[in-house]
């Protein structure tokens, strides 16, 4: 028996309309700390069609019973946009819903305080955890107003975000942060902080902002991908060394003599063969923020390699359960390819059903995997 598939479509309020299985293909890519992106091809005068509303709640349930995978949701989206398309061997037509994951909340608000202001758009020496949750506390949930100082009134969709408890988890962040767009704040927190973090479905409608030492779980001692293993096919290593800095030069406050300025090295710097330097703008930094704003963008910089391959479900090892269980992203696990055993991330993972000969639907799982700093 093959993976089974349901796309549930619900309205905004969260109340389910359709469970699809006679979708013509799926598509869907989950990315920890960004938003991940869903496509539904359907025939052009399905039903579920009519139900459909901006902001609605699309869902990718999967399960197998035979290799004792509970049914789980894999994907939580909202209804964004279609295509409609009319192929000459298409007598309906078929119609793509495209979604976005539920990270999108935050993607569409900006740290919208005037610039210096504290514990709002600039931090000195706060923990990661505690940054990120004081950002979407105030521009993200109903706390987002201008009674609080924000430039704007977020929209009333913030009624339906909160965020967990703050246990002050990560490192210290000095840094400002003014006028950047919410989610790509908070992504440079989490670099910076050794964090990473979701928004996770709590009611009909209602979403909490979490935090996470680790998204996924440390798996390297139980889960290990190799081609002898005969669990990983058409492997694809990318290295990242070509766009690598070492040197950050930080601009700060000031014009020419007058202007601050900082000097940092990565952890990668060589003076006789990996002397790069950067210029990293930082005048909107307070001069205390300088070190942190180059050791951040060093931090991006940095070369680390890509390691895409895809995964073939047999044997110990299947998604959903042994690994990336029940939809968990981040996992790490233990990947040997090219002589070499490493440990990796499992960052994204890219999942394709398309419908074959007989209305079987057959699946392909990309995992995407960095390594882990």
Known sequence: MTTSYIVRIRNRAGVRQYDVTDFLALNYSKVVNDVGMLRVDLAGNHQAIAALEKDGQIEVWRYDDAEGIAPYCDFYGLYRDRDRRTPTDSKNGIFTLKCVSQLHFLKRALIAFYAGTNLRNDFTAVVAETVMKLMVRYNATVDATTANSRRRTVGTWSTNISYAADTAAGASITKAFAHLNLLEALQEVALLGGLDFDLVKTGLQTWQFRTYALLGVDRTATVKFS???????????????????????????????????????????????????????????????????????????????????????????????????????????????????????????????????????????????????
């Open 227 to 373: 081609m002898s293993w005969g669990n990983m096919e058409n492997p694809s290593l990318t290295g990242g060394g070509l766009d690598e800095a070492t040197v950050a030069i930080v601009g700060g406050e000031g014009e020419e003599a007058a202007r601050a300025f900082a000097i940092r090295t990565g952890p990668n710097y060589v003076a006789n063969y990996n002397d790069i330097e950067v210029f990293v703008n930082a005048a909107q930094q307070v001069s205390g923020s300088l070190n942190a704003a180059g050791d951040a963008r060093l931090k991006e910089l940095r070369s680390r390699e890509d390691f895409v391959f895809d995964t073939l479900q047999g044997g110990a090892y299947r998604y959903g359960r042994d690994y990336c269980a029940a939809g968990a992203m981040g996992d790490k696990v233990t990947v040997t390819y090219a002589e070499a055993s490493v440990i990796k991330k499992i960052r994204g993972a890219h999942v394709a059903v398309a419908t074959a000969a007989g209305g079987q639907k057959a699946e392909q799982i990309r995992l995407d995997m960095v390594t882990a700093l």
